[in-house]
């Protein structure tokens, strides 16, 4: 089969105002990035829903992730693109790639095979230049901190607790622990600072959760930035460019529209990682796919456990959105690797191998019941799957009275995803009930912490280390304890330890500070040992990348 930059290559796009206009956005509301992509003013929402049916909502979730690749984002697309066939009215919402994974481990993040959303190359690099938005927006505020220190410190920082850092979109494990302002009198205040990456990034889960304009400017405003020298706390507000900070995110702000390879229409905006972040695309994004189409197809990133869990404890919550279904995407490649198998021993039929992965499955399956959301298996096809590990699966998913489809959406697009389809259909048709948060915001902050670790995680216990405590009993004092949680930890396991796969029981989730992110409106959790600004893998997908003389770019997979 072709790659997915030679595919990409195949793809003609219809004109961005025609996918527009077929969906119902109207002409005065587009802002055109070229021909296959704009930008759609935040005016459209405020317009009279066109359509009469109920707006339906599907997330797409996975098992836990494995090296051999689960393919959420292909899978979302691939059922979008089979709704589309069935001639539903339907929406992608996804989140935008970053460059850190882009030029690090993962490559391109625009879905695959004939299930991509278009046009590749821009999606993947620079596209709209939101997230170079944001991290200006982010490096304002820093840059005005450091300002202050430097003419007089009014304010009366303590430079031992300036908690605002830096960030770029970018992998550069040497910039996670700075010292800034060296260099004498006339280059700044020297001080300890760090870079995170800008999809960890507070700005990131800012935009990505403000509903309006003035919603946005509110959040900017209460970001807790640094602590005085009487320990009294310092926003982002007493910095004076809260003002400059909304001119930066004017056009970041609104959503990005573009089209699959099918032409099925996709809201593409925001990107917060899952396992250091929120792990959703932009509430804006969400509602207006919601507001246009009467199915909206969605994924949330990583695992159930990460991901799913904060659209659902994060997002939903504060959105007041509620979705119908829920899919888990898993692969009978990376069962065999939570049954214990080598990576580079997948290909060759092992039943066996398959059914000891199923424990993991199961578990993200219980999850979704737990939120209270009838779950869909979706089993990615890979040609090296055999009949008798597929039937596995099945049966097994017979036996827990859960949805299931084989699809095959990477080689076939929307046809090859029919089947999932009509599986989510049945699914949402049953109904649900709203759905059941995993804690009570009223909960102390620890406790949902340990209700998060125990409930989804499979966890006996948590262990909260000195720095963690100081830090809750910060926040209590501060008022923020009624704030929800957002977990950061390892993706590749249920638990902390990305060396515990498959369903790992009778372990303890370690957590290490827990910080304040006002403006976003949650307690960031760091757990085991996650970092906020990640590497460059040995040989990271930027070695493989290049320009060819005709402008093609390769390398983006």
Known sequence: MATDVEIARQFTPRPIAEIAEALGVHSE???????????VDLNALERPRERKGKARLVLVSAITPTPAGEGKTTTSIGLAQAFHAKEESVCLALREPSLGPCMGVKGGACGGGYSQVMPLDRINLHFTGDFHAITSANNLLAAMIDNHLHFGNKLRLDVRKVLWRRVMDMNDRALRNIVSGMGGTGQGVPRENGFDITAASEI?????????????????????????????????????????????????LSPNLVQSFEGTPAFVHGGPFANIAHGCNSVLATRMAMHFADWTITEAGFGADLGAEKFFDIKCRQAGLDPDAVVL??????????????????????????????????????????????????????????????????????????????????????????????????????????????????????????????????????ALAPA????????????????????????????????????????????????????????????????RMPGLPRDPMASHMDLMPDGEIIGLE
């Open 29 to 39: 509301d587009l802002q055109p990035y070229g021909q296959a992509i704009a930008k």
């Open 329 to 462: 995407v898993a692969t009978i490649r990376a069962l065999k690797m939570h049954g214990g198998k080598a990576k580079n021993d997948l290909d060759g039929e092992d039943v066996a191998a398959v059914a000891g992965g199923l424990p993991n499955l199961e578990k993200h399956i219980e999850n979704i019941q737990t939120l209270g959301k009838p779950p869909v298996v979706a089993l990615n096809y890979f040609t090296t799957d055999s009949d008798a590990e597929v039937d596995v699966v099945r049966k097994r998913c017979a036996e827990l009275g859960v949805e299931f489809a084989v699809s095959t959406h990477h080689p076939d697009g929307g046809k090859g995803a029919l089947d999932l389809a009509d599986a989510v259909m049945a699914a949402v048709a049953r109904g649900s009930e709203p759905f059941t948060p995993t804690y009570a915001l009223t909960d102390t902050p620890e406790e949902k912490i340990r209700q998060v670790a125990q409930k989804l995680y499979g966890a006996d216990d948590i």
């Open 204 to 252: 990131m889960a800012v935009l990505c959760l403000s509903t309006d304009v003035d919603d946005l400017r509110t959040r900017l405003e209460r970001i807790l930035v640094a602590y005085d020298l009487d320990g009294q706390p310092v926003y982002a507000k007493q910095m004076d460019c809260i003002g400059a900070m909304m001119a930066l995110l004017r056009d970041a």
């Open 468 to 531: 963690a405590k100081r830090d809750l009993k910060n926040i209590a004092d501060m008022g923020y304890a009624d704030l929800p949680i957002c977990i950061a930890k390892v993706p590749g396991s249920l638990s902390d330890n990305a060396a515990l796969i498959g369903r790992p029981t009778g372990f303890t989730v370690n957590v290490r500070n827990v910080v304040v992110n006002a403006g976003a409106g949650f307690l960031v959790v760091i757990t085991g040992n996650i970092f």
